[in-house]
């Protein structure tokens, strides 16, 4: 398996354009996320989904969209670039067995708008 | 309010010796989760444990262990006889239902050779 993965590894941006940044798992996990790092800090998560179809925000979905059409994939776009944006991007994957979760990580993506 | 609080900014050990990692949290909620991470000099993130709140057993995964006390608040995270591998960031977060995570602020451990 190849687990979580994510492209672009880094990007620049201009202000004012969009990207979609990729995230794709391998392991049939229901349960994706999209979280932020700004430097020195922890993280903040800006989407989630639990299945196929489903998605919802978390605590800073501003300024970003996501879609979720298969198990397998879950981009999140921006729109608008801003330097606000400017942050190391984790997509994580994880499941559940009994009580227990487990929970994988992308490499990320780093993102710097100039 | 949410809120996770880890106090110990950095902490350095000798190779070998035990470090404990203090995780303090604060929520209204019966029903929670609590997570730890690590982050090596790498970039990459690793996740190490998740709790809930209805399980207070404490959990031992090989030189790791971790201390679940809901009448402090706390969940601590121990390393028994830390190596140099073990240099990182460790985060501490916690989670309600609706996936409303609050993460703290990280404690970066350094294990000296």
Sequence with gaps: NAGVTQTPKFRILKIGQSMTLQCTQDMNHNYMYWYRQDPGMGLKLIYYSVGAGITDKGEVPNGYNVSRSTTEDFPLRLELAAPSQTSVYFCASSYERGRKETQYFGPGTRLLVL | ?113
Excluded at chain 2, 15 to 43: A, I, M, N
Excluded at chain 2, 92 to 104: E, I, P
């Design chain 2, 1 to 113: 309010a949410q809120k996770v609080t880890q106090a110990q900014t950095e902490i350095s050990v000798v190779e070998k010796e035990d470090v404990t990692l203090d995780c303090v949290y604060e929520t209204r909620d019966t029903t929670y989760y609590l997570f730890w991470y690590k982050q090596p000099p790498s970039g990459e993130l690793v996740f190490l444990i998740r709790r809930n709140s209805f399980d207070e057993q404490n959990e031992i995964s090989g030189r790791y262990s971790w201390n679940f006390q809901k009448s402090t608040s706390s969940f601590n995270f121990t390393i028994t006889a830390s190596q140099v591998v073990d240099s990182a960031v460790y985060f501490c977060a916690l989670t309600l239902t609706g996936n409303q995570f609050y993460f703290g602020t990280g404690t970066s451990l350094t294990v000296i050779p």
